[in-house]
């Protein structure tokens, strides 16, 4: 038998209590409001949901509702008086000084405009606007870069960041435009942004356009992330065109024309570590410091801004809320791809969806970006790379910190190392997430010990990581104890291990322990933190082929399932989507081409 210490098991990360949700069993009706009462409880934006928060937003009246598009009064006023701007005008590409935004004009999609897909939970819910709205060609125009609104005055973000470990130096916004920040009826402030929207300063060789495919997965799993508890950034809509781009999809010199599409998204703040590299690296230090100031002003009500210490605090939230979101995504098995230091949000939120996969059979090893040839960014080293990410956003932050608040961050840091170690003994928090996924009530010794038990079943038997979780949370005590799994194709496939009987065994007796605990209120339990759907790319794939055929039928139904990935679906069970994944789904490939 192994220890837990020898057992790599990509689960081992920072992560406080795991977010509940509140679950109904089975959901027949393909009515987006079929579960508007009991819905999935504190799902995560950066703004973290209620439960009544979520209600509302389906359940909105229409008469309090915009409906026209020129009252929704988006501004750039703050970010531009708040920073100097880049005193060149004009999209062409070249090195940017002393500034954080250049403004930049979208240059809007050619051809027939259609509307592939609209979220009517951000557009309803955060934007204010009537849903009908996005029917509109006024809509068409203003989410795909032909309209401004009042008030908008468009920037391209400078920053840089580490790309696979070395500095690239001047990345930024590349084909993306900042349309201003919208304060809403709640008093939320969201940055408004278009991706896909055509060339800035920040191009470099690009062409300023993103396809359908790479569009597609944004929109999806952007909004399947905030459902299922995850701090992200928002999709409101995504509009496709005729109009041809061309890529080279998997870099090997087979180039193809595709269609472009832009989506328009949300967030709080879209400033991330990069942002402050850029300037520490360029020694613009008066520009950092009225960055950070502006940063933990707006984002972090938290920390005085009066506190000498302010920016040690603002990193020690960073830190503890960074391995927070990694054990979250490490929850369901998500890998982001490129988990590069311009792609991680200070705000802690999940940003810039490329290349990014939802594991299928447990492998700590899953990659699912093509172009990561050594697997730098697997599933199992995302709790690593966040390290490497933070000891470079303590050297951005260094120039503003004194000697001795360096030192004290970088005991911080240690503490992120420490609560990360590959160990289930000595780290009590890594292993909450786990602990929820399998329905443990209090803390046993050896219960990291048979969290790594189950792991490596799982990874010898390539057991499927969301369904072997799911079907342990449907599955009763008396079907476990009878070693009876009907339908059950996941736990078929663990029980095929040698030692299934004795991990059975063990999680029996553990369940067993639990005083005034019964056997629905476990499976209730696990079944609020396993979702039976996400986002595999087998399923983004056969949505985006159809998309690409002027069919949106399919991205409709899964951003619908996807609403709902903790309740059971009649429409999601017809498609497959908790089904064993089709073999052609292991042949699919993803790259950073987009």
């Known amino acids: 038998m192994w220890s837990p210490n020898q057992v790599l098991v990509f689960a081992l990360v920072a992560a406080s209590s795991f977010t509940s949700v509140h679950v109904l069993e089975f959901c027949q009706s393909t009515d987006r409001d079929c579960h508007s009462d009991d819905n999935h409880d504190n799902m995560a934006s950066n703004s973290q949901p209620s439960l009544h928060t979520v209600k509302s937003r389906w359940n909105v009246s229409v008469s309090n509702l915009i409906k026209d598009l020129e009252q929704l009064k988006v501004s750039s006023k703050k970010l531009i008086e708040a920073f100097p701007i880049d005193e060149v005008n004009g999209n062409f590409a070249r090195s940017v000084k002393n500034c954080i935004f250049s403004k930049s004009i979208p240059t809007p999609l050619r051809g027939p405009l259609r509307l592939a897909a609209a979220s009517k939970d951000v557009i309803e819910g955060i934007l204010d606007l009537d849903v009908a709205l996005t029917h509109t060609n006024d809509f068409l125009h203003f989410a795909s870069g032909d309209k401004l609104l009042s008030g908008s005055v468009p920037l391209a973000h400078r920053y840089g960041g580490h790309q696979f470990g070395y500095w690239a130096g001047q990345l930024g916004d590349g084909r993306a435009h900042s349309l201003g920040q919208y304060t809403n009826r709640k008093g939320d402030v969201w940055e408004l942004q278009l991706k896909g929207s055509g060339k800035t300063p920040y191009s470099r060789s690009g062409d300023g356009r993103a396809v359908i495919r790479s569009s597609v997965r944004e929109f999806l799993c952007s909004e399947a992330m905030h459902f299922l508890g995850i701090p992200t950034s928002r999709a409101a809509s995504l509009i496709v065109s005729d109009e041809p781009v061309i890529r080279d999809k998997f870099y090997n010199g087979n180039v193809k024309t595709e269609r472009g599409a832009v989506v328009l998204r949300l967030a709080k703040s879209w400033f991330r570590i990069g942002s402050l590299e850029i300037l520490s690296q360029s020694g613009e230090i008066d520009l950092l410091r009225k960055l950070l100031n502006f940063v933990i002003d707006e984002h972090f009500s938290s920390i005085n801004s009066d506190d000498p210490d302010k920016y040690l605090v603002f990193y020690s939230t960073v830190v503890n809320e960074t391995a927070n979101l990694i054990a979250q995504w490490m929850s369901v098995g998500f890998a982001h791809g490129v988990c590069n230091t311009d792609n991680f949000s200070l705000l802690s939120i999940t940003i810039d969806y490329g290349p990014f996969g939802f594991m299928e059979a447990y492998d700590p090893g899953f990659v699912p970006n093509t172009s990561d040839d050594e697997g730098r960014y697997s599933v199992g080293a995302q709790a690593n790379v966040g390290l490497f990410n933070l000891e470079k956003l303590l050297n951005a932050l260094s120039p503003v910190l004194s000697k001795h608040q360096q030192n004290q961050a970088q005991s911080i840091l240690k503490g992120y190392a420490n609560i990360n170690q590959m160990s289930f003994i000595h780290a009590f928090r890594i292993h909450q997430h786990f602990k929820a996924k399998l329905g443990l009530l209090g803390e046993e010794e050896d219960d990291g010990y048979l969290i790594a038990f189950l792991l490596k079943m799982m990874e010898d038997t390539q057991s499927d990581f969301t369904m072997t979780f799911r079907q342990l949370s449907e599955v009763s005590a008396q079907q476990l104890h009878n070693r009876k799994f009907p339908q059950m194709w996941a736990l078929e496939d663990l029980s095929s291990h040698k030692l299934f009987s004795d991990w059975l065994s063990m999680f029996l007796l553990r369940l067993s322990r639990q005083l005034h605990d019964s056997d629905l209120q476990r499976q209730h339990r696990m079944k ?60 699919l490939k993803v790259s950073c081409s987009s």
């Open 528 to 587: 609020n933190v396993n979702p039976r759907y996400v986002l595999r790319n087998w399923m983004a794939e056969s949505a985006i082929s159809k998309v690409e055929m002027k069919d949106f039928s399919e991205m409709e139904l899964l951003h619908h399932i996807l609403s709902h990935p903790y309740v059971t679906q009649e429409t999601a069970e017809e498609a497959g989507y908790a089904a064993r994944p089709p073999l052609w789904a292991k042949r």
